[in-house]
């Protein structure tokens, strides 16, 4: 009875360190507000873990846009998200919203995840990083987007992946397989 309770408790510890390396950190933005054409937001973070592995990035954010018109056209603006290193100023992935058209001369609401492009990582793996949210005028051929607005609520970064465990964690999962290896012998 002892040798089989000893032998879950190891076998409970080891799924229990196994389990705690995937995670999913969110960080909470402050960009909130009303942007005009070129308009841009931006701030270092430190998401205070690392990781080993990252299988997806993407930011959860909502608000409106509205268009603007540019002689015979009707221009549709976006929020670009990068992310990127501060020195030397690099930027590595991209995410956007557009809109405006559908709606015009109306405001068009937005609330999704947009996920950011590029599948190399590594250069998020520390857990630092910058990022910058712009509103501006989406590519059209007869020149300047003219008055476009956007309006953007609090907004949140979102990192899944696997993170690199605390040395409590590791500390635990040594105990464990000590406890299993005894248990064993018992």
């Not at 973070?45 to 990781?51: G, P, R």
Request: aromatic share 12%; charged share 15%; hydrophobic share 45%.
């Amino acid at each position: 009875m002892q040798k089989t309770l000893v032998v879950m408790m190891g076998v409970v510890m080891l799924m229990g360190a196994g389990i705690v390396q995937a995670a999913i950190v969110e960080l909470p933005l402050a960009c909130d507000g009303e942007y005009g054409l070129s308009d841009t937001w931006i701030t270092a973070f430190d998401l205070s873990v690392a990781f080993t592995e990252i299988t997806n990035v993407y930011i959860s954010w909502s608000g409106e846009i509205t268009a603007s018109q540019d002689m015979s056209w009707v221009v549709a603006h976006q929020f670009v998200a990068s992310l990127y290193e501060l020195d030397p100023q690099d930027y590595f992935s991209r995410a956007y919203v557009q809109g405006g058209v559908d709606t015009y001369p109306d405001a068009e609401p937005f609330d999704l995840e947009s996920v950011f492009s590029g599948d190399d990582w590594s250069l998020l793996l520390d857990g630092q990083s910058s990022i910058e949210i712009w509103f501006g005028d989406t590519f059209h051929p007869m020149g300047s987007g003219g008055s476009g607005a956007g309006i953007l609520n609090p907004a949140t970064l979102i990192i899944e992946g696997n993170v690199v465990p605390e040395p409590a964690t590791i500390l635990l999962f040594g105990c464990g397989t000590l406890i299993f290896r005894k248990g064993i012998e018992l």
